[in-house]
């Protein structure tokens, strides 16, 4: 079995918030970019990559040329192709930006195929820890909405059966401590005790501000608490991760495995949480798993929760899936949520067909 074509496209997938319904501001559009790679015998793999934001157009063209590079190479050897792709470039394009983006959706294809080749879902080549894994939703309890919007919002996520779920601190403006514990409290006694509620910050704090609002909130009883500051800020996260009790969280925004060596022996975070395409892909995510396991640290998955089911499922360590609906548009089916977990599919690959009506109304 070898690579024989692919085929990569533009695709602006509507922002909406398909969970409760609570959109900041409508009629947005996020620009992704769609890899099919299809080998000699007919199986074809899937994938998307993002954050290109206006460089979208730079992206599509690295996707284009790694997947040239792929062409005629056994989609078995994944690792193979990863060497090849990185020496491609003169080891000089990564590990941060786009050369990664784009390294990431060929990795996620290779391993569609793989399963598709072997007729065996993802998570049980990865692994196969569970069958079925907890999952929050996320994307709806934003800071931009009112508190009563956020209360809203938060009841129809428990009335649809979640029974965890992601709001946001660094309200915008100019908010005092004491604003930044109304909305969590007013969140809380939306959902009551028994909702695991987290918090993202989005980097938005500096280190003391963490510590100060950090502890102010303890008694809200937070799942974690995210991104308190500055991805790269090793130490400073450490300094809030030894003066707080809740769980920190943090990883979505680093690039590549090494930056997760510094974090973790920095005792930076409690949870780590790794991006698929800033990682470099499935192959990347799992090594960090691996990593986060002999650290004792459990391992959270960042959106596209149809294709991170999988990863956060195979590991031992895995412990809930952020339920991000930025891209379930754009497939025919996706795993079903029953009593809070994830259920995970039984079809080989990623069990993902792209809808194919979305995409030709998606295409930029
Ligand atoms: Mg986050």
């Known amino acids: 079995m070898k690579i024989s074509s692919y085929e990569v496209a533009i695709l602006k997938v509507p922002e909406d918030d398909p969970l409760a319904n609570m959109p900041e501001e409508a009629g947005r559009f996020r620009p992704v970019v769609m890899l099919r790679l299809r080998t000699d015998n007919g199986i074809e793999g899937i994938a998307v990559t993002f954050y290109g934001g206006k460089m979208t157009g730079s992206l599509k063209v690295a996707v284009e040329e790694l997947s040239e590079l792929t062409v005629g190479e056994d989609p078995l050897r994944i690792e193979k192709i990863v060497a090849k792709l990185r020496s491609g470039t003169g080891d000089s394009c990564g590990p941060g930006g786009i050369f990664t983006l784009a390294l990431s959706a060929i990795d996620i294809a290779l391993w569609d195929i793989k399963g598709k080749a072997l007729e ?3 998570w049980k080549l990865l692994g196969g820890h569970r069958d079925r894994v907890p999952t929050y939703a996320s994307g709806s309890l934003r800071r931009g909405l009112t508190d009563d919007q956020a209360q809203r919002a938060a009841q129809i996520l428990v009335q649809k059966g979640f029974r965890e779920m992601k709001t946001q601190m660094a309200l915008p403006g100019n908010p005092t401590p004491a604003d930044e514990v109304r909305r969590v409290t007013v969140v809380r006694e939306a959902i009551g005790p028994d909702i695991k509620l987290m918090c993202d910050i989005n980097q938005r704090w500096r280190p003391e ?3 100060d609002i950090g502890s102010r909130v303890e008694e809200v009883g937070l799942f974690w608490l995210e991104d308190v500051t500055t ?3 090793y130490q ?32 930076s975070i409690d949870i780590v949480m790794v991006d698929i395409v800033r990682a470099g ?4 995510w799992m090594k960090i798993a691996g990593m986060a396991e002999a650290f004792n640290l459990p391992i959270v998955s960042h959106v596209m929760p149809e294709i991170l089911v999988h990863l ?3 590991c031992p360590n895995g412990l809930t899936v952020e339920y991000m609906p930025w891209m ?6 996706t795993p079903v949520i029953d009593n809070g977990d994830l259920i995970l599919p039984t079809t080989p690959g990623l069990g993902l067909k792209f809808d194919e009506k979305a995409i030709a109304a998606f295409r930029a």
């Open 120 to 122: 065996q879902p993802l």
């Open 209 to 211: 501000q963490a510590i």
């Open 231 to 233: 991805a790269d800020d």
């Open 236 to 267: 400073g996260l450490a300094r809030v991760t030894a003066a707080l009790n809740t769980p920190i969280a943090g990883g979505e925004y680093l690039y590549g495995i090494a930056p997760f060596r510094q974090m973790i022996e920095a005792r």
């Open 281 to 284: 892909g499935v192959t990347q």
């Open 312 to 314: 956060v499922a195979a």
């Open 328 to 333: 379930l548009a754009l497939y025919e089916e």
